[in-house]
């Protein structure tokens, strides 16, 4: 693995060290500490500082294995995805073998809670977690660096401007995914960087061709490079998104002004908001490991696409948003039409389209009326997405 020393994720042999440096950490106390208990961290940060340090050491400073350290956090995540919606369900890892590899492309929306909901779900079912990739834009913060690569975290790197360094750097993750396959150690990675904003699931084909780089020089063709690596399309659905306004803004000022520029400390921002925010109903799917692949990344890309699109998952906030957008209008207008249409779809009563109105008006009056439109998109364009998919 020295090779990847780079990019790779902590080793077991680096875990303890690694929590020995965390739990007398300033920084990483002071963080914890505003999670249990905010006031507290307000009037006494100094106090609290000790408290939480050697509830730290009591909790994990035993551990010397990283799947030991995830088997502990796994009640606080369990704990954590309860809290924040109202139900979680899966589909499809009856199709997965507990004992294999795979390497898990999916949508994204959330920056840590999709990779956390998708291991969480792995986990409960008697599944190893996977291997996280993450972009190194993310890695600004040191502890939060450090809490991810103990995490099974390893880093894409982004923004490189050299197309040497560019090449290099890509060759270097496609040779540690394809290591990691080999070694049977799952991955799970974003379809393409960046969170798709405006709920438009789309697979960037430079993310499969890179898959490829480390293949292709042993002579392996490129659909037998793709199914040697088990790739299962994954397809996550947030009843509700707790950053939707911030995307929405996002969107609109790129419409109005060509670009957008992140404040410091945005993306940390998001983050909490992400994994402590309401999402209701979130569900997973779980393709079927794609074992017949195509010849080339154009081609790759769209077959992941449309499993992930008929997989969707489809909420009554999806068919609300839907609705008042106009998006398409006709045969898809009715609640029932779009459950006949999409066998993703719950079944939902009046009392559920209800429900879902109103807490749509509410996000919508507490955002500006310029983003608006923005908002409402990017809940009903996986409606548009599904149909297509289902009618395709």
Request: aromatic share 8%.
């Amino acid at each position: 693995m020295q090779e990847f020393d780079a990019i790779r994720p902590y080793s077991d042999e680096e875990t303890a060290p690694a929590i020995h440096r965390l739990v007398n950490d300033r920084e990483f106390l002071d963080m914890v500490g505003r999670f249990k208990s905010p006031t507290l961290s307000r009037w006494t940060p100094a106090m609290l500082r000790v408290f939480v340090r050697h509830w730290l050491i009591r909790q994990f400073g035993q551990f010397t294995r990283v799947d030991d350290l995830q088997a502990k956090l796994s009640t606080y995540v369990g704990e954590l995805v309860e809290g924040t919606t109202t139900r979680v369900t899966h589909s499809g890892l009856d199709r997965l073998d507990k004992r294999g590899a795979y390497l898990f492309i999916s949508n994204h929306r959330d920056i840590v809670f999709d990779p956390m909901v998708v291991n969480y779900l792995l986990f409960q079912n008697g599944f190893h977690t996977t291997r996280i990739a993450i972009g190194d834009n993310l890695l600004q913060n040191r502890v939060f660096a450090e809490m991810m690569r103990l995490n099974k975290s390893f880093v894409v790197r982004r923004n490189i401007t050299s197309p040497r360094e560019m090449r290099d750097a890509y060759l270097t993750l496609s040779g540690f995914i394809n290591h990691s396959i080999d070694t049977n150690h799952s991955i799970w990675i974003a379809q393409r960087e960046g969170r798709a904003k405006d709920g438009i699931d789309r697979t960037d084909p430079a993310i499969i061709k890179m898959f490829y780089m480390s293949r292709k020089k042993s002579g392996l063709g490129f659909d037998e490079a793709m199914n040697r690596l088990h790739i299962v399309p994954v397809a996550i659905s947030y009843e509700y998104d707790p950053c939707d306004v911030d995307k929405a803004r996002e969107l609109e000022t790129r419409a109005r002004t060509g670009t957008y520029t992140k404040t410091e400390g945005e993306d940390s921002e998001q983050i909490v908001r992400g994994l402590t925010g309401f999402k209701g109903h979130v569900h997973v799917h779980f393709g079927a490991p794609i074992q017949d692949a195509p010849d080339n990344p154009k081609a790759m890309s769209a077959l992941i696409d449309r499993e992930m699109h008929a997989n969707y998952h489809l909420h009554a906030s999806n068919l609300v948003a839907y609705q008042q957008r106009g998006l398409h209008p006709g045969a898809h207008d009715t609640p029932e039409a779009v459950t006949d249409a999409v066998v993703t779809a719950d079944t939902w009563s009046p009392a559920d389209i209800a429900a879902a109105e109103a807490e749509m008006e509410r996000r919508l009056e507490a955002c500006d009326p310029a983003i608006r439109p923005y908002l409402l998109d990017m809940y009903a364009n996986p409606v548009v997405t599904s149909l297509e998919a289902n009618e395709g």
